[in-house]
């Protein structure tokens, strides 16, 4: 399976958590960065964003008609306004999944992804085996996410870019209807937004 398997994470350096770490020193140890700043950046990330903030938006939507058409003309106006954009997410794409059409977002060039929205990638994300099979066989490789589509859904692929990131708005699930946005967030998986899963309901 692409997300479980530790020989699809190519791109990935043995022990990067050590690597990261060793290089880091470095750079400070060189008067290259400073700590407080790196320090801020990985708080900003592990509090401030990833996921949930996607959540939010897809939560909204499910919540509020006139939200889900604004967001799906133009999304940009509405995330500004909740401040969910910055570098890596100055222009997001929101396609809508339907009965007919499943969405996929991969990154073929390299791992664009719109951070503020979804957080740091996963490293199935930017492995060489999802980038290049899931625009091949995304059925294929939907199956190995354990995500089994009816054959009268069409599956269609985005190609993230640095000048453009996508979210997917999901299909809402049945069982979470009449449940309030802020309940409705717990339902949002981060797969689900990127398209090789879909909305669960909370453990």
């Known amino acids: 399976m692409l997300h479980d398997d530790p020989h699809a994470h190519t791109l990935l350096p043995p022990e990067p958590e050590l690597r990261v770490k060793a290089l880091e020193t470095l750079l400070v ?3 290259l960065v400073d700590p407080a700043t790196l320090d801020a950046i990985v708080e900003q990330m592990q509090n401030h964003v990833g996921p949930r903030a996607g959540a939010r938006v897809v939560a909204r939507a499910w919540t509020d008609p006139a939200f889900r058409a604004r967001i799906l003309a133009d999304p940009m106006p509405d995330l500004i306004e909740m401040e969910l954009t910055g570098a890596q997410g100055e222009h997001v794409v929101v396609v809508e999944n339907t009965p007919e059409v499943h969405n996929v977002v991969v990154c073929t060039l390299c791992s664009c992804y719109p951070w503020p929205l979804l957080g740091v990638p996963p490293a199935w ?3 060489d085996a999802y980038r290049a099979r899931v625009v091949r066989e995304p059925r294929a ?3 190995e996410f354990g995500l089994g589509l009816p054959d009268t859904q ?3 692929v985005w190609d993230s870019t640095a000048e453009m990131r996508y979210l997917i708005l999901p299909m809402q699930p049945e069982a979470s209807r009449g449940l309030d946005a802020g309940a409705l967030e717990a339902w949002v998986t981060r797969n689900a937004m990127i398209g090789t899963g ?4 909370p453990a």
């Open 154 to 156: 069409a599956v269609r």
């Open 141 to 143: 490789v939907l199956a």
């Open 198 to 201: 879909l909305p669960e309901a």
């Open 125 to 127: 994300y930017k492995s």
């Open 29 to 31: 140890a060189k008067g």
